[in-house]
């Protein structure tokens, strides 16, 4: 059975504090590294060998998944992709978009 793409949202009061996010990454079994794109960054359709989670530390990610639609995630957001997706993504808003991507 294949795995299914999934997305978790922020629910705190307080904002995401990227060290402590990369420290459940990691425990997680994550390799984990902070990439940054500017306003009106987008990626076409692609997908990825391995699993791969995205974690937003500021600014707003816009992603289209191949069997869900659209999916934007916001600070504290996160998501679980499985190998093999097939998505695209683009930032949305007039800031940059920093986040964590995990891969496993």
Known sequence: M???YKV???RKFEPPDPQSLRRILTDEGY???QWSDRPGTAY??????SHQCHWIISGT???QVEGVGAVTLNPGDRDFMP????HSARVIG???VVYLI???
């Open 94 to 96: 007039n800031q940059p």
């Open 61 to 63: 990610l816009e992603l």
């Open 83 to 86: 190998a093999g997706t097939y």
């Open 2 to 4: 294949r795995a299914e």
């Open 44 to 49: 076409g359709v692609h997908q990825h060998s």
């Open 31 to 33: 390799g984990v590294y």
């Open 102 to 104: 995990g891969e496993k």
């Open 8 to 10: 978790v949202r922020w």
